[in-house]
């Protein structure tokens, strides 16, 4: 399934129940949505829409939330809906 996010086609995979959500990656990081705005500077009205599935981040807020949340940009995106399929695993530096 694709759907149309910032004028980009984003392929949609069905999340597997071993692929935390967002919420849940925030939860884990001991924090809320709001302690997460405040500290990356995005509105927490953003930060929302992304884990109710509305739209997905563009890539330096997406960094922000993995440096942040402690997990890679793969992980991120798994929790996003997106298909990572063919993307290589993180390796350590």
Known sequence: ??????GISVKM????ESIP???QLIECANTTQRELSKRTGIAEVTINSWVAGKY????D????????LGV???TL???LGLDTGGIPDDSPN
């Open 56 to 59: 997905v981040p563009r890539l």
């Open 1 to 6: 399934m694709s759907i149309l996010k910032y």
């Open 61 to 68: 807020n997406a960094l922000l939330l993995c440096r942040e």
């Open 13 to 16: 995979k069905s999340s597997p």
């Open 72 to 74: 890679s940009l793969k």
């Open 77 to 79: 995106s798994q929790s």
């Open 21 to 23: 959500t967002l919420k």
